[in-house]
């Protein structure tokens, strides 16, 4: 539903190709209402396949729905004699058993499907090595781990990039608006930067509020509870006396569940606290991670075995992370040396005590936790896949 990114859409080696969503068919049981939807959603996304250029390869990013699309994408490699890649980002089953529960007839169903037509493809990639290890054993598919890197365009932000994002959010939403008009009729103020009128340097406001970001799909795999909670911990630090700053959370995105939790947010009343839920376009949600000064992840794999790809950009952005324990997490999450790592939310809500004591001081954990993001110099994107996939392909370069 979103407008892809400026650079997808000036590539000349991309092309978009959409495909209309099925809306409208509430007749029948909800069993004959999916069939249906599947079947559709087949034909569609078969015609489509057939109507490109003959490929080499097709590339399946196997995030859910995987039902019908592993299948789909293995006929049209038949027609097109293409190689099928399929890209193992998480199992639908899994996702489908957090609404359904795991022993639901349509989950066996899905989890047989995904077994059975994954063994087909002739590459695979996965995103840890616990989901490598779990491919082979319960699926006997061989796949080589490819983790996910961020883009080139998630970054720290230049100050006054930040200044012009805060003053372009400040026009739809309140916490970004500068508590009180500047003495200097010539200055921009929002709440966190300050231009001034004659040199136009911008500066950070001082007693500014701290930004703390999330971004989410408003799913069950994510309760977001356990943040709402953890922020009236922070209001209560706050007080009793404790020397931490104002806050303003943003969280990002568009989901089922966003709605649910909005109504949550409305009835909580914080003196310190402001939080505001904005969908971003494309260009502005990494400008908006560069320029935060700590990101929350709240999601937990449905199968255990993937990684949370906000983490990644927000990694790619240099910014610390407190991330909700699950199996692998470890993989990507560094306790103590680029994040910490929270099991519920009274832990979180000390961590968010501990990281912005005194803020903004440069010696505290949020400080080193930064620089170590610094120093990594992960790979990015682009690179890794260079140096991953293109000789699984045969490719030299």
Known sequence: ESRPHRDVLRSAHIRLVPVAELRGLRVGPKLFQYVIKVLVQSVQLLYTLLRIDQPSYILLQQNPPGLPSIAVAWVAGLFWRSKLIIDWHNYGYTIMSLSHGRNHPLVQIAKWYEKLFGRLSDYNLCVTDAMKEDLWLNCNIKAVTLYDKPASYFKETPLDLRHSLYMKLARDYEPFRAGAEPVDCHAERSAFTERDGRDGRVVQSRGRPALLISSTSWTEDEDFSVLLKALEGYERFIDEGAKLPALVCVITGKGPLKDYYNGLIQKLHFKHIQICTPWLE???????????????????????????????????????VCAIYF???????????????????????????????????????????????????????????????????????
Not at 289 to 310: E, F, I, N, R, T
Not at 340 to 366: C, H, T, V, Y
Not at 367 to 376: I, P, V
Request: hydrophobic fraction near 40%; charged fraction near 25%; glycine fraction near 6%.
């Open 327 to 397: 199996e692998c997490l470890h993989e990507l999450v560094k306790h103590n040396e680029n994040g910490l790592i929270f099991r519920d939310s009274s832990e979180l809500a000390e961590q968010l005590k501990m990281l912005f004591w005194e803020f903004p001081n440069l010696e505290g954990k949020l400080h080193s936790f930064r620089q170590n993001l610094r120093a990594s110099k992960e790979l990015r994107w682009d690179e890794s896949w260079d140096q991953t996939v293109l000789p699984l392909l045969g490719h030299k370069e």
């Open 282 to 320: 494309a260009e502005d949600y990494p400008l908006l991670l560069g320029s935060a000064d700590l990101g929350v992840c709240l999601h937990k794999s449905s199968s255990g075995l993937d990684l949370p790809m906000k983490v990644v950009d927000m990694f790619g952005c240099c910014l610390p």
